[in-house]
């Protein structure tokens, strides 16, 4: 497997893994319609590997457009990070989410079989065990979800299961993530939210460098050893790595398969803040307030599958994702607008 299509590649987990991809010695092609990337990302990801990516600014919704890339290319595999990931946003607006999330996905697949390939590996998520009833997590735990954003990826974990039964050429992993955070260690890439934040780290990140006033810590009130939610953070290059082995795990053509990629460590928000802190040397002011509906009080993942099947485990701690956090938007305190 050479040359990969990597959809939604500007992102932020997508740029991570394209620059883990290039120095695998991979080819790369991007899509992405930049609805919440920036090409300067992939600028910088030329810039960190020393390679070129062939870029497109397309929608994946778009079949005329899609069908284009790959009559251009001969891709021998396809990562799938192209959806919209706000849980307040899906509740708000679920059809867009629906739209985008779920037929993007269908479109796609009906052009990576119009081209005879059928290798995937998606990005899914932990939304899809719902509310837990135990942890760790593990991939046989029973699925649901509980807003718009969740349903979309467990869908389509669905749907690549029906492909999958309906014919045997399809092999797709399904990377169940739990909560990244991090950034690149040079400091040029990382988490560059459009909006107000929806993920813990950048949320702190932009409070240090004054961007945002404080940090909302919802919930203090859970049965954890500080009274705040407990949540699985795992860095974002251990996550972009875990694609490359999901990549070599489809040459053995498993089927359609999920795997759990976190660290199976779980850090309460207050533990992030303090070390936050302590990394970068600036103090977070937070507030506790309620909690949300529909938020567990402990969620960590058992990602023992992955390292036996794919050979993965993460190597990454809070210490290196909280500091490389704080290089990135210390070095851009706008993200990548400060270009």
């Known amino acids: 497997m050479n040359k990969i299509l990597v959809t939604g590649g500007a992102g932020y987990i997508g740029s991570h893994t394209c620059i883990e991809l290039l ?38 919704r778009d079949r005329d457009k899609m069908n284009a890339v790959f009559s251009e290319h001969a891709f021998s595999a396809v990562i799938h990070f192209a959806g919209l990931k706000a849980v307040g946003e899906s509740v708000a607006q679920p059809l867009k989410y629906y739209d985008n999330n779920i037929y993007g996905t269908q479109v796609l697949l009906e052009i990576m ?25 593990t991939e046989s735990f029973p699925l649901s979800a509980v807003n718009p954003y969740g349903r979309s990826k467990l869908f389509i974990e669905d749907m690549l299961r029906d492909v999958g039964a309906s014919d045997p050429r399809w092999n797709a992993i399904l990377l169940r993530y739990f909560n990244p955070a991090g950034a690149h260690c040079s400091g040029l890439i990382g988490e560059d939210p459009k ?38 953070y795992i860095h974002v290059v251990d996550l972009a790595k875990g694609h490359l082995c999901a990549l070599e795990k489809l040459q053995s053509k498993p089927g359609v398969v999920p795997y759990n990629l976190g660290t199976g460590i779980g850090y309460s928000v207050l533990d992030m803040v303090k070390a936050f802190e302590k990394a970068s040397g600036c103090e977070i002011p937070y507030s506790l307030v ?37 290089r990135w938007q210390s070095g851009n305190p706008n993200g990548y607008e400060d270009t």
């Open 23 to 60: 120095e695998a010695g991979y080819e790369v092609v991007v899509v992405d319609n930049l609805s919440n990337s920036n090409t300067e990302a992939l600028t910088r990801v030329k810039s960190i590997t020393g390679k070129d990516i062939a870029f497109y600014q397309v929608d994946i």
């Open 113 to 137: 079989q119009q081209h005879d390939l059928y290798h995937l590996v998606f990005s899914s998520s932990a939304t899809v065990y719902g509310e837990p009833a135990s942890v760790p997590i």
């Open 195 to 232: 909006d107000i934040p929806n993920n813990l780290m950048p949320y702190i990140t932009q409070v240090a460098v004054k961007k945002l006033a404080s940090l909302s810590v919802f919930g203090s009130d859970y049965a954890t050893h500080d009274g705040t939610g407990v949540r699985d």
């Open 290 to 326: 309620d909690r949300r509906p529909g938020d567990a009080a402990i969620c960590y993942a058992d990602a023992s599958l992955a390292k036996a099947e794919l050979n993965w485990q993460a190597e990454l701690g809070i210490e290196d994702m909280t500091r490389d956090s704080w």
